[in-house]
């Protein structure tokens, strides 16, 4: 089996690479790649999208290497391949963006990521640091997590789904705030789970073993 973590310069993908090769090796869930080329994603059985940055810089991103994203669209849009998307891999899978400009996402779970708006004024944007997943449904990805598991952030804007079902799991900071999204053979993580320690290890783990 090969995951493909996809390299669009957009973010330092090696602890995510590290992280992803030790479940990979310790569950025997194949082979680790990271790659900008459309010819290995459509090869590749699973396929992550990490981003850090804004919104609109990670989608042109994307756009500028030729082929890439039609790769990925076919992988998981059409052919049903498992797919994770963090941070704004994840926010990417959203209707559009509103960070500085409004930006086209992927259109793949309805909803629009907005800037994150604390109820508590006293609470600072961005979001940083350590915070306690409520898991809002059940999913496969969630094998042996439990509400109460830590997970890290850092991010001012968050997926406001359109429908609640696509509402995986979510924090609280002076109100909800969207933690995991997903629909079909699609998932994607707010938070980094290269960098939440035991909690993000096994959702990496159950990621790769996912048969959706």
Not at 8 to 22: I, P, V
Not at 31 to 52: F, Y
Not at 71 to 80: C, D, L, P, S, T
């Amino acid at each position: 089996m090969l995951t493909a973590l996809v390299d669009y310069d957009s973010g330092n993908l090696h602890s995510a690479q590290k992280a992803f090769e030790r479940m990979a090796h310790e569950a025997g869930s194949g082979t680790i790649v990271v790659t900008s080329e459309p010819d290995v994603v459509a090869k590749a059985d699973r396929i992550v999208l990490p981003g850090d940055g804004a919104f609109p810089a990670c989608r042109h991103a994307l756009d500028r290497f030729t082929g890439l994203f039609e790769a990925i669209e076919e992988g998981v849009h059409r052919q049903g391949k498992p797919f994770l998307g963090i941070c704004i891999g994840m926010q990417m899978m959203a209707s559009r963006g509103l960070e500085f400009e409004p930006t086209e996402g992927f259109g793949w779970i309805p909803g629009e990521v907005d800037r994150i708006t604390p109820a508590d004024a006293h609470l600072k944007v961005p979001h940083m640091g350590w915070n306690d997943l409520v898991l809002d449904q059940p999913h496969p990805v969630f094998a042996g997590l439990k509400t109460g598991d830590h997970a890290y952030f850092v991010h001012s804007y968050h997926f406001k789904v359109a429908r609640p079902e696509h509402l995986l799991a979510h924090v609280d900071y002076a109100g909800p705030i969207t933690a995991i999204v997903g629909r079909d053979n699609m998932v994607g993580t707010q938070f980094h789970p290269e960098k939440s320690q035991a909690t993000g290890l096994r959702l990496i783990a159950n990621f790769l073993a996912w048969k959706p």
